[in-house]
C-alpha cells in the first residue's frame, strides 16, 4: 500500500513537472510571434520571469515528492520513534518536527524565490526583514496552529465519527480567520487611513451602491516589501476593510483604481466570497471523510500508531494531490465569477477604464499576459488577462461605447 501511494504521488508530479515544462515551451513559442499589451522590452521581460516561476514549480513539486518518499519510507516511523509517549504534548511535538523538517528544505526554494523577485524588481525589502517576517509567522503558527491541531487531535482520538467533527471544526476556524486576517496582517504592515478626500468620497458612494459597508478604507505599506499593485476587501461584518497597496495609489489614476474596486465590488454582489467558502467546504468535507477512513493496514506497514498526529500528518503529505483532482472544476467556477465581477465593475465605471487599468496592471507586475489553454484550465483562478482585456474591448466595440 505504501509503495502504492508512493507510486500514485509520483504520477501526480510527473503531470505537474510536465505542465510546467509544456508551459515554458508554449511561452518561448508566444514570445518569438511578438509583444501584446506591452512593448518588446517589457514582453520580454515577462517572458523571462513567467519562466523563472515556472521552474520554481518544478523544483517544488520535485522536493515535494523528496518528502513523501522520505516520510513514507521510514522518516514517520523515526518520529514516532523518537517522540511518541502516548500523550498530547509528545504528538504535538512530532508535528512540529514534522513541519520543522519540510521548512527547512523548502526554504532554499523560498529563498531563491525571493531572490528571483529582487531580481525582476518586486521585491525590494531587505533580508533582514525577510527573515524577522519568517520568525513572526513561526511565532503564530506555533501559538495559534499549536492550538489548532490540539484541538484537531483531541477530536480524532475521542470521537468514533471525528472526521465529522474535525470538519466542522476545521470550517469554523476558517471563518474565524478571515474575520481576524486584517488584524494579523497589522503585525507585518502598517494601515493608515486614505487621505485622497476625493478619491475616498468615490469609493464610499460606489460602495453605497451596491450596499457594502465597511469600517473604513485604507492603504497599506505594501511598498516596504513588493512592488507589486493590488487592492482587496476582506473580513466578515463590521470587520470588513477597503484595503488598497500604496504601489497602487501611485500607479493608477482616480477611475482606473474605481474600476479595480468595482471588480472586487462585483464579487460582493455576486456573493463570490459566500460561493468560495461553500466550494473550500465541499473541499474540507471531501478531505477529512478520505482520510477519516485510512485503513489499519496502512498504519502497520508503516509501524506507526493509527493516531491523530500520524492521520493529520499523512492528509498534509497527500492534500495537495486531492485538490489537484477537484482544482480544474473549482477553477471554472471561479474563472466565470471573474468575468461577471468585470461586467460589474463596466457596469459601475466603464469597460474601457477597467480594460486599461487591467493593461496597467499586466505591465506594472509583469505578466506574461499570454498561457496556454490546458494550464489556464488547470491553475488558473482567474481568466488569462488577454481574455479579460479582449472581452471587454470587444463588448466596447459591439455596443459603440
Known amino acids: 500500500m505504501v509503495s502504492f501511494l508512493i507510486a500514485l504521488y509520483g504520477i501526480y508530479v510527473f503531470v505537474k513537472i510536465l505542465l510546467e515544462i509544456k508551459e515554458v515551451i508554449f511561452i518561448k513559442e508566444e514570445f518569438k510571434k511578438g509583444p501584446v499589451l506591452m512593448d518588446l522590452e517589457s514582453f520580454k521581460i515577462s517572458a523571462i520571469y513567467s519562466i523563472y516561476k515556472h521552474t520554481l514549480e518544478i523544483f517544488n513539486s520535485l522536493i515535494s515528492l523528496f518528502l513523501v518518499v522520505f516520510w513514507l519510507s521510514g522518516g514517520l516511523f523515526i518520529l514516532n520513534f523518537l517522540f511518541y509517549k502516548g500523550d498530547l504534548l509528545s504528538e504535538l511535538k512530532i508535528l512540529f518536527v514534522f513541519f520543522a523538517v519540510n521548512y527547512f528544505l523548502t526554504l532554499p526554494v523560498h529563498i531563491w524565490e525571493k531572490q528571483i523577485d529582487k531580481k525582476f524588481g518586486f521585491n525590494v525589502a531587505p533580508w533582514s526583514m525577510f527573515f524577522v517576517d519568517e520568525i513572526k509567522k513561526i511565532i503564530l503558527f506555533l501559538i495559534f496552529g499549536g492550538a489548532f491541531f490540539a484541538g484537531l487531535i483531541y477530536f480524532i482520538e475521542h470521537f468514533k465519527n471525528w ?6 471544526f476545521s470550517f469554523v476556524v476558517i471563518i474565524l480567520i478571515n474575520v481576524f486576517y486584517p488584524f494579523f496582517l497589522a503585525l507585518f504592515n502598517k494601515f493608515e487611513p486614505l487621505k485622497d478626500e476625493e478619491l475616498k468620497n468615490s469609493i464610499e458612494d460606489m ?86 477512513h485510512l485503513p489499519d493496514a496502512l498504519f502497520e506497514e508503516l509501524k506507526i500508531p493509527k493516531n491523530g498526529v500520524n492521520i493529520i500528518i499523512l492528509a498534509l503529505l497527500f492534500m495537495d494531490m486531492i485538490m489537484f483532482i477537484f482544482q480544474p472544476v473549482i477553477n ?23 480594460a486599461r487599468a487591467l493593461r496597467k496592471l499586466v505591465v506594472e507586475n509583469k505578466h506574461f499576459p499570454k498561457v496556454s ?14 481574455e479579460r482585456i479582449e472581452r471587454l474591448e470587444n463588448e466596447n466595440t459591439n455596443n459603440g461605447d
Open 332 to 354: 471554472l467556477i471561479s474563472r466565470y465569477n471573474e468575468f461577471k465581477a468585470d461586467e460589474f465593475s463596466s457596469e459601475l465605471v466603464n469597460k474601457k477604464t477597467l
Open 207 to 292: 460602495m453605497k451602491k451596491v450596499g457594502f459597508n465597511s469600517n473604513g478604507i485604507y492603504v497599506m505599506d505594501q511598498s516596504k516589501r513588493d512592488t507589486r499593485l493590488n487592492a482587496y476587501f476582506f473580513g466578515f461584518g463590521k470587520s470588513k476593510r477597503v484595503v488598497l497597496f500604496d504601489t497602487l495609489v501611485r500607479k493608477l489614476n482616480k477611475e482606473e483604481i474605481l474600476a479595480v474596486l468595482g471588480h472586487e465590488l462585483g464579487h460582493f454582489k455576486n456573493k463570490d466570497i459566500l460561493k468560495n467558502i461553500l466550494i473550500v467546504g465541499v473541499m474540507l468535507f471531501v478531505i477529512f471523510f478520505v482520510f477519516g
Open 373 to 386: 489553454k490546458l494550464y489556464s484550465k488547470i491553475y488558473y483562478t482567474h481568466p488569462p488577462i488577454l
Open 163 to 168: 472526521w465529522f467533527i474535525g470538519f466542522v
